[in-house]
């Protein structure tokens, strides 16, 4: 930070002035120190395959509520086209949408029921499902149908073996955790989230500039990447990982593991051993 100004992610040719202050990731405060310089030696591996990150995402929206002309500006660069499915939108809004947002093929379908007949041919067709709440309804209520259609996409995706993700906004805490999350499904609690974020921006309001970009569309955002698009499929050291992620216009947050596990920050010498097809976390832009 410079002048009040956040860099996040600069390029590596940019050195430090003596007043600037450096973002720093950690579990606590003071919870880390500043070690010895690393070698200024680079790896020369480069990102192996840049069009697997540019492919085109299709979304498929289930349900309306105000956060839904958020959503549709905050989709990543990658969306072209995106289905609004028993959202209740008339075509006078609908029309609005599309000039509003133009860039994006957007269509509207409304459902009688949402059977498996239905959810399979929408699955088959788009590579990510949000589920939105209907933020006029009882909470639980809307939670059990939210949880009900949850389990049934679930249910179809290891049935029928399609590659489909899911996000789902799920009003309490309490009905979040009712439904286990360990096959990469996301949730959104929107208060409870939200309420995060003000305690962090509590301690240091300096901080809204680097939150803004990272949940916005604009400049670097935090992404999974796959270890063999950077090179990183191997065993590694994490200052290793470190460096081969600048090498490729990154900064290192972490991996995903094979089983959906997380880790954030391991220790620089800790060794880090990944498959192709597992992800490094990430901060970069699109």
Not at 20 to 49: C, H, N, T, Y
Not at 171 to 187: M, P
């Given at each position: ?6 860099f996040l ?14 973002v ?5 405060k003071?919870?880390?120190k ?29 349900g ?21 499915v ?10 609005v ?8 093929e ?8 949402l059977?498996?007949?239905v ?5 088959r ?12 309804e009882?909470m ?106 600048l ?6 947050m ?6 959906g596990?997380?880790c ?13 097809q ?9």
């Amino acid at each position: 930070m410079r002048s009040g100004k956040l860099f996040l992610n600069p390029p590596g040719k940019d050195t430090l002035e003596e007043e600037d202050r450096i973002v720093i990731f950690s579990p606590e405060k003071d919870s880390w120190k500043l070690g010895d310089a690393q070698p200024a030696e680079l790896p020369e591996k480069r990102m192996a395959d840049q069009t697997v990150l540019k492919q085109t995402t299709k979304v498929c929206i289930i349900g309306n509520n105000k956060s839904l002309k958020v959503i549709l500006r905050e989709l990543p660069f990658s969306v072209k086209e995106v289905m609004l499915v028993n959202s209740g939108i008339g075509e006078e809004t609908m029309e609005v949408l599309r000039k509003t947002f133009s860039e994006i093929e957007l269509s509207v379908s409304d459902y009688k029921t949402l059977d498996e007949e239905v959810l399979v041919s929408l699955v088959r067709n788009y590579s990510h499902v949000i589920l939105l709440s209907r933020h006029l309804e009882d909470m639980d209520e809307d939670d059990m149908l939210t949880c009900f259609l949850l389990l049934q996409l679930r249910d179809i995706r290891e049935r029928y073996q399609i590659n489909f993700n899911i996000t789902a906004e799920m009003r309490t805490e309490f009905n979040q955790n009712l439904i286990s999350d360990d096959d990469y499904t996301d949730f959104i609690v929107a208060s409870n989230m939200a309420a995060r974020f003000l305690a962090q921006l509590s301690q240091n309001n300096e901080l809204l500039p680097l939150f803004s970009e990272i949940l916005s569309n604009q400049g670097n955002e935090i992404q999974l990447i796959r270890a063999k698009n950077i090179g990183a499929a191997g065993s590694f050291t994490t200052a290793q990982l470190r460096r081969l992620s600048l090498v490729n216009g990154y900064v290192f947050m972490g991996y995903l593991g094979a089983e959906g596990e997380y880790c954030f920050n391991p220790p620089l010498e800790a060794g880090v051993t990944l498959g192709e097809q597992e992800h490094l976390i990430l901060i970069g832009g699109v």
